[in-house]
């Protein structure tokens, strides 16, 4: 076997304050040591990885913000894809050269156990045979890396608990992001009718473009818009990925019992303290007169520890999700990619919130 060449990766030293506060302080580009085939146990393998997503996520965890955390030091990057290039003495499901995308649940930051170390920022990452998935013969390592991530979150949220059917009408908030976008892939599949909303009317002409029915800007409030494009009625499901004052515009804009899916909390990052320190001393707040009075089935839906709680609600949901990807009817769309030197900037640029879609960094040996 070709010995495997010295490779970089990103090191979180420890939490900052808040993501940016660790991005000017506590990341940093190392050079990483290749792993020793050698050293494998018979069920794992060594991923030349080639393209890992930059999500929200990434940058909560790096000032210990995110509900799930990881002690430093650390490398960030809970998904992402590459190739096969070497495996243990067990391993007959792979061969060497072959294109996978690997499970963030299973391996990287987000998961638990000894793979936690393996994030995507890096040249390598060492992780089990069977937490990868072959990557379609069509798909980029960049749509790979996003994949798990986004769809599976659409769909626990919308689907398992949102219980979206063909024929209602769903207001997704955020609609530009990852998992928005996935959100308004998915509603499309099921036969929703798309109501994505988002800060920027020219990112939303792209949320158009990928299938959104109709798209509204949140600046001056869109009750009255959704109720109209409804008939009076307003929203069955409402997504909200956003949090703060867009939670209470999007109460009032949906029908009686509609079923709000509280998915994330973008507009206001800094509800919990920095540093990870446990605690949320800048809690959000929701109206539960407009609660009662429109009688909403109000749903936390955290994807990750749902899933870490009860791992058999995991098999229906991939089962389904694999199927619309050999169908041909899922395809991540990917707005940017930086080189992995440049991950600082990937990482900003996800904080800004300025791309549709995948932010992606590629480890490079040039």
């Given at each position: 076997m070709t010995a495997l060449r010295p490779g970089r990766r990103v090191l979180v030293s420890e939490f900052g304050e808040t993501p940016l506060d660790a991005l000017d302080h506590h990341l940093r580009l190392e050079d990483q040591a290749p792993p020793d085939p050698a050293a494998l146990a018979p069920d794992e393998?060594?991923?030349e990885i080639r393209s890992a997503g930059v999500g929200w996520v990434d940058l909560l965890m790096t000032s210990g913000?995110?509900?799930?955390?990881?002690?430093?030091?650390?490398?960030?990057?809970?998904?992402?894809?590459?190739?096969?290039?070497?495996?243990?003495?067990?391993?007959?499901?792979?061969?060497?050269?072959?294109?996978?995308?690997?499970?963030?649940?299973?391996?990287?930051?987000?998961?638990k156990g000894?793979?936690?170390?393996?994030?995507?920022?890096?040249?390598?990452?060492?992780?089990?045979?069977?937490?990868?998935?072959p990557l379609p013969e069509r798909w980029s390592f960049d749509q790979g890396c996003n994949l798990l991530g986004n769809y599976e979150t659409a769909y626990h949220c919308l689907i398992t608990c949102g219980r979206l059917q063909a024929g209602e009408t769903v207001l997704i908030n955020g609609a530009s992001g990852a998992t928005g976008l996935a959100a308004v892939h998915l509603a499309k599949i099921v036969g929703a009718t798309v109501i994505a909303t988002g800060r920027s009317a020219q990112k939303l002409e792209q949320v158009r473009a990928q299938g959104a029915d109709h798209v509204l800007t949140t600046g001056d409030g869109f009750r009255d818009q959704v109720k109209a494009l409804t008939q009076g009625r307003g929203a069955d499901v409402i997504y909200d990925g956003v949090g703060g004052d867009i939670s209470v515009e999007s109460m009032r804009a949906a029908c009686f019992g509609a079923r709000y899916l509280i998915v994330g909390w973008a507009s206001t990052p800094f509800v919990a303290r920095g540093k990870g320190k446990r605690g949320a001393p800048n809690v959000n707040r929701i109206p539960t007169n407009l609660i009662l009075m429109k009688g909403l089935q109000v749903l936390?839906?955290?994807?990750?520890?749902?899933?870490?709680?009860?791992?058999?609600?995991?098999?229906?949901?991939?089962?389904r999700i694999m199927g619309w990807v050999e169908d041909g009817r899922i395809d991540p769309h990917v707005a940017q990619v930086f080189s992995l030197t440049d991950?600082?900037?990937?990482?900003?640029?996800k904080w800004a919130s300025q791309a549709v879609g995948g932010i992606v960094v590629r480890p490079s040996f040039d």
């Open positions: 393998i060594i991923l913000q995110y509900q799930h955390l990881v002690a430093p030091p650390y490398c960030p990057g809970n998904e992402y894809a590459g190739v096969v290039v070497a495996k243990g003495a067990a391993v007959s499901s792979l061969e060497l050269g072959q294109r996978v995308l690997a499970d963030g649940l299973r391996v990287g930051p987000r998961s000894r793979y936690q170390k393996w994030g995507g920022f890096a040249s390598y990452a060492v992780i089990p045979a069977d937490a990868v998935f936390g839906c955290p994807t990750a520890i749902a899933t870490h709680r009860d791992p058999s609600i995991r098999g229906p949901r991939l089962t991950f600082d900037a990937a990482m900003r640029a």
